[in-house]
């Protein structure tokens, strides 16, 4: 069973860069996974930020960029807002019309 | 404006089933690969099962195969999840999702609110 790994939790100060990965418990995350990633706030269904890796979602800042860095892929917040303090979720194809989220960061602007 | 909207939730015993709907409008349906994704209280984002454009492809999470069964009209723009044999693991809110494209492959990009499935005696 591949498990989708994600830091748990972490901390930004406001302003800054942080890089949030999204990696696989064996093996390399490749563009051919189409790595996707979600913002979630409490209540609220999730809102799609980058596709396929590295493609921004219509109406989503330019502050938020998706990568693959090294052996994982990667979102990548720059300039960090307080309302970017969130539950952010990566999710990979596997193959065969499956595909597994991970397990979610919790962001803190601090 | 692409709307998409779940009901069917509910209350229902162990071992009971239901039937979720996703209601979907401002985009041609019949293009598009659809998608259940659920979380269960405080917990992450779970992918449930997806179907292609067409209906004729259909994919479950292990979790759920031969329990959920996915499927759409096409003529009515409803996607629909029947749920049997339910357990306390399967509380959660039920996402529908609209892929970005035909087939399962396709990220998914719209979400709708949600419904919420409570199984308990």
């Known amino acids: 069973q591949t498990v989708v790994t994600q830091e748990p939790s972490f901390s930004v100060s406001p302003g800054g860069t942080v890089t949030l990965t999204c990696g696989l418990s064996?093996?390399?995350?490749?563009?051919?996974?189409?790595p996707t990633w979600y913002q979630q706030t409490p209540g609220q269904a999730p809102r799609t930020l980058i596709y396929s890796t590295n493609i921004r979602s219509s109406g989503v800042p330019d502050r938020f960029s998706g990568s693959i860095l090294g052996k994982k892929a990667a979102l990548i917040i720059t300039g960090a807002q307080a309302d970017d303090e969130s539950d952010y979720y990566c999710?990979?194809?596997?193959?065969?019309?499956?595909?597994?989220f991970g397990g979610g960061t919790k962001l803190t602007v601090l | 404006e692409v709307q998409l909207l779940e009901s069917g939730g509910g209350l229902v015993q162990p071992g009971g089933s239901l039937r979720l709907s996703c209601a979907v409008s401002g985009f041609t349906f019949n293009s598009y690969a659809m998608n259940w994704v659920r979380q269960a209280p405080g917990k992450g984002l779970e992918w449930v099962s997806s179907?292609?454009?067409?209906?004729?492809?259909?994919y479950y999470a292990d979790s759920v195969k031969g329990r959920f069964t996915i499927s759409r009209d096409n003529s009515k723009n409803t996607l629909s999840l029947q749920i049997n044999s339910l357990g306390a693991e399967d509380t959660a809110v039920y996402y529908c999702a609209k892929a970005r494209a035909l087939m399962p492959r396709d990220p998914f990009d719209i979400w709708g609110q949600g419904t919420m499935v409570t199984v308990s005696s």
């Open positions: 179907i292609s454009a067409g209906g004729s492809g259909t």
């Open positions: 064996s093996g390399s995350v490749s563009t051919n996974y189409y």
């Open positions: 999710v990979l194809y596997m193959g065969s019309g499956i595909w597994v």
